[in-house]
């Protein structure tokens, strides 16, 4: 069975400063990795995803992850943070065998300070 | 355009009713999924189907019910045994290295 953790329920940076939102994750098989942005009262927005190719991830709006298999962590990064960026963030994995599912990291909230 | 529809967006029942919320993809994927969201508590599994005819129990499965007739369909019923049904409801298909949302349905329950 797979599991998602997210270390920290509430993030606070100042604006211009760099986030650091941290995901680990345990799996017996190889996972998919996600990360989704969730601004109040809307739905879920795909920020990037982990597919086992490149380690190191791009998505929108200048976020990015890196893929750690040793330390098991998918740690979402962006280098400026900005106030259109406050708002919840969850950390998904998915695997792919017979007992499929996708399981979600109780989410981290990102304050974004001026 | 593929995707997941999620309908109504907007639901209100009265206390002791059942309802159930729609759930359609056109993605052609075994599997879906249903999660409850609450504040600070993240998406939380309620159940889950991988494939037509078949469904399992997620995390907290007391006081739902589902079906899984077609591949298309995956309908989530909240029964009047739910204790506090009012949240926000989403609905999933894919597994491995894709996942796709709906947009979500607000049950608010008077």
């Known amino acids: 069975a797979q599991s998602v953790t997210q270390l920290d329920s509430h993030v606070s940076v100042s604006e211009g400063t760099p986030v650091l939102l941290r995901c680990n994750y345990s799996?017996?098989?190889?996972?998919?990795l996600f990360w989704y942005v969730q601004h109040p009262n809307k739905g879920l927005q795909l920020l990037l995803k982990?597919?086992?190719?490149?380690?190191l991830v791009k998505g929108i709006n200048g976020f990015e992850a890196e893929f750690k298999k040793s330390e098991t962590s998918f740690h979402l990064t962006k280098p400026s943070a900005h106030m259109s960026d406050a708002a919840e963030y969850f950390c998904?994995?998915?695997?792919?065998?017979?007992?499929?599912?996708?399981?979600f990291g109780k989410g981290t909230r990102l304050h974004i300070l001026p | 355009d593929g995707g997941i529809t999620q309908s109504p967006k907007y639901l209100f029942r009265k206390e002791g009713q059942n309802v159930t919320l729609s759930c359609e993809q056109n993605?052609?994927?075994?599997?879906m999924y249903w999660y409850r969201q609450d504040p600070g508590q993240g998406l939380r599994l309620i159940y889950y189907?991988?494939?037509?005819?078949?469904?399992q129990k997620g995390d907290i499965a007391e006081g739902y019910s589902v079906s899984r007739e077609k591949k298309e369909s995956f309908p989530l019923t909240v029964t009047s045994a739910q204790k506090n049904p009012t949240a926000f409801y989403l609905c999933?298909?894919?597994?491995?290295?894709?996942?796709?949302f709906g947009q979500g349905t607000r049950l608010t329950v008077v």
């Open positions: 998904v994995v998915s695997v792919m065998n017979r007992d499929d599912k996708i399981i």
């Open positions: 799996s017996s098989y190889s996972p998919s």
């Open positions: 982990y597919t086992s190719a490149a380690t």
């Open positions: 993605l052609n994927h075994d599997a």
């Open positions: 189907s991988q494939i037509v005819n078949d469904f």
């Open positions: 999933a298909a894919g597994g491995g290295t894709e996942a796709f």
